[in-house]
């Protein structure tokens, strides 16, 4: 089992930056993936950012392509996502979620089975 715990959300301004945070539970093996999603409350949750142990491997939305980054601290166990040039339209519960299904780079939800528990970020104009 592998627990995930979401920190760093917050309101900024447009134009700020947040970096989100991803503790795991556990080392996971490099045949995992850890993903980014947000929702927005009433809405369907979209990927975001994903990152493979593997071979450092990353997968972005278009949207936030060259805005924000994934990366990971081994020693720590933490998946980070650091934002960028943030938008109103970047307002969301973030979600971490860690998966090793095959392809598991892509942002699709089937990919992960574990998930946290969210963060809000909120971006005003």
């Known amino acids: 089992q592998v627990q995930l715990a979401e920190s760093g959300g917050g309101s900024v301004q447009a134009g700020g930056s947040l970096r989100l945070s991803c503790a795991l539970s556990?080392?996971?093996?490099?045949?995992?993936?850890v993903a980014w999603f947000r929702q927005v409350s009433g809405k369907d949750r979209d990927g975001v950012a994903s990152?493979?142990?593997?071979?450092?491997?990353?997968v972005y939305a278009d949207s936030v392509k060259g805005r924000f980054t994934v990366s990971q601290d081994n020693e720590k166990n933490t998946v980070f996502l650091e934002m960028n040039s943030l938008q109103p339209e970047d307002t969301a519960m973030y979600y971490c979620?860690?998966?090793?299904?095959?392809?598991?780079?892509?942002?699709?939800?089937?990919?992960?089975?574990?998930w946290g528990q969210g963060t809000q970020v909120t971006v005003s104009s």
């Open positions: 979620a860690a998966g090793n299904r095959m392809g598991c780079l892509q942002l699709r939800e089937e990919n992960y089975g574990y």
């Open positions: 990152f493979y142990r593997g071979n450092g491997g990353t």
């Open positions: 556990t080392t996971l093996s490099s045949t995992y993936c």
